[in-house]
């Protein structure tokens, strides 16, 4: 389901629980650098693997049809990047349709003359359903990139699920606007590097799911990409903040977890941040003091 910025939604503190548990698989591998085809080749094939271990959804990593890559992609868009009406997501489109798994898949898009960074929807029919467009560009991202201007969330089997991309998981106000859409849990695909970006992740996620009693789940790179080394460790918390399942650092992996509707609810009746955000939403007025 497709929903624009302005159609009504329930606030959180009014948003139904799921009825059942929702299966998601983050998925992490090696991107061949700027070839569509065989990325899209291989996203269909982790579709149908996490399908037949029971997943409704699977979230794959930042661009990760064409790889990082910003040079090859802005050098070459025809080749790098996901046109509109673009064959070359056929495989990915037949894998959703055949199993009935959603997917939501990186990849840089061309609009007009721009490029953005994106994340393809794919609906359990094969439909790609729509696209979002990284809102927070990475400061080496401004010069390649425009931003997008509009937030997204889908509904599957009763879940709200808010998307992001990679930087926009650093800002709380963009996970903070997903669960005030009434989302209940915070996907993002991303890339993490080691050393710095691996403490980002293992900061950001945590904080994000437990600021907004959601689950939040992270698709990450493996190997070299656009000169990046990055950390692998796709992974999923829980409301709590507290680490459910977690990949491996430089592997090709598959990580399935529930997203549990009863363990949601306890979360949000233990930590009632979003009910009290939503009984206050208006910040108190602040005074500025001097000390001599």
Not at 46 to 60: M, T
Not at 143 to 170: A, F, K, M, N, Q
Not at 184 to 205: C, D, K, N, P, Q
Request: glycine share 10%.
């Amino acid at each position: 389901m497709s929903r624009t910025q302005e159609a009504p939604h329930e606030s959180a503190a009014h948003a139904r629980y799921p009825e059942r548990p929702l299966r998601i698989a983050t998925v992490q591998d090696q991107a061949v650098a700027g070839d569509i085809p065989a990325n899209a080749a291989t996203a269909a094939g982790l579709i149908r693997e996490a399908a037949a271990a029971g997943a409704r959804l699977v979230l794959f990593a930042e661009k990760f049809l064409a790889g990082y890559e910003p040079g090859l992609i802005s050098a070459d868009p025809l080749k790098c990047a996901v046109q509109p009406g673009d064959p070359r997501l056929a495989p990915i489109a037949e894998a959703c349709r055949e199993t009935g798994t959603a997917a939501v898949v990186g990849a840089a898009a061309q609009d007009g003359p721009d490029l953005l960074v994106s994340a393809f929807v794919f609906g359990p029919d094969g439909t790609i359903v729509t696209r979002y467009d990284k809102q927070h560009l990475f400061k080496t991202e401004q010069s390649y990139y425009r931003p997008g201007t509009v937030g997204c969330s889908l509904e599957l089997d009763g879940w709200r699920l808010g998307l992001g991309i990679c930087y926009d998981s650093g800002f709380p106000e963009h996970a903070r606007s997903a669960a005030l859409d009434g989302c209940h849990a915070y996907l993002v695909g991303a890339l993490f590097s080691t050393g710095h970006g691996h403490h980002e992740s293992r900061t950001w996620f945590p904080a994000r799911a437990l600021d907004n009693t959601l689950y939040t789940v992270l698709a990450n790179h493996i190997g070299v990409t656009g000169g990046w080394h990055t950390c692998g460790g796709s992974a999923v918390w829980g409301p709590d903040g507290r680490l459910i399942a977690e990949a491996g650092e430089d592997r090709r992996e598959i990580v399935l977890a529930d997203l549990d509707p009863a363990v949601l609810r306890g979360a949000r009746e233990a930590e009632t941040l979003l009910a009290d955000l939503a009984a206050h939403p208006t910040p108190a007025a602040r005074a500025g003091h001097v000390l001599a």
